[in-house]
């Protein structure tokens, strides 16, 4: 069974950049692309972007190319970068995977992970 | 980019009743790839349907997914107290995927 861990720091200044990693056990990584969510303190789901374990990726264009998303398929990791953070970047972020071949929707999910932006 | 219309925002009724949830797309949702997550406070979502209609691994079938092209429905037949909660459509057939902002399912 894929299970994911989010880890990362869960406090950003302001105009620096996050860093965010999601590891991923127990199941075939290539048979799956990964993708990062987020969920503003009591609002709704936003979709980052999604990479592919060849390191092909689809982002949202509304979030105007801030993010990076990376994969090391040697750790069984991907990777996501937020530069210039502000407060509006204040969110649980969340890793999840889709299964490739039969092109389905996110499930696994990480427990997600708090990352507040403040001086 | 496709954007997604749930309805009602909150959804106020009792262990037993039967619940319907809206998810209108503005253009048709490729192949009905639109899915239905259900998300509890402090956790991540939970996949209850894909494909429109399919139920994913583990989920009863009291929740049961219809629609296709722009009108997509989400029905819990007899709510459990465990029902009460956030409920999410996606789509996932045209990139970038989105979400709608979801229905909350309330005890009335």
């Known amino acids: 069974q894929v299970q994911l861990q989010e880890s990362g720091p869960g406090l950003v200044k302001p105009s620096e950049t996050l860093s965010l990693t999601c590891t991923v056990s127990g199941g075939s990584f290539s048979g799956y692309y990964w993708s990062w969510i987020r969920q503003p303190p009591g609002k709704g789901l936003e979709y980052i972007g999604h990479i592919y374990s060849t390191g092909s990726t689809n982002y949202n264009p509304s979030l105007k190319g801030r993010f990076t998303i990376s994969v090391d398929t040697s750790k069984n990791q991907f990777s996501l970068r937020l530069s210039s953070v502000t407060a509006a970047d204040t969110a649980v972020y969340y890793c999840?995977?889709?299964?490739?071949?039969?092109?389905?929707?996110?499930?696994?999910w990480g427990q997600g992970t708090l990352v507040t932006v403040s001086s | 980019e496709i954007v997604l219309t749930q309805s009602p925002a909150t959804l106020s009724l009792s262990p037993g009743d039967r619940a319907t949830l809206s998810c209108g797309a503005s253009q048709s949702v490729t192949s009905t790839y639109l899915a239905w997550y259900q998300q509890k406070p402090g956790l991540a979502p939970r996949l209850l349907v894909y494909?429109?209609?399919s139920r994913a691994t583990g989920i009863p079938d009291r929740f049961s997914g219809s629609g296709s092209g722009t009108d997509f429905t989400l029905t819990i037949s007899r709510l459990e107290p465990e029902d009460f909660a956030v409920y999410y459509c996606?789509?996932?057939?045209?990139?970038?995927?989105?979400f709608g902002g979801g229905t909350k399912v309330d005890i009335k």
């Open positions: 996606q789509q996932y057939g045209n990139s970038p995927f989105t």
């Open positions: 999840a995977g889709g299964r490739f071949l039969e092109w389905l929707p996110f499930d696994p």
């Open positions: 494909d429109a209609s």
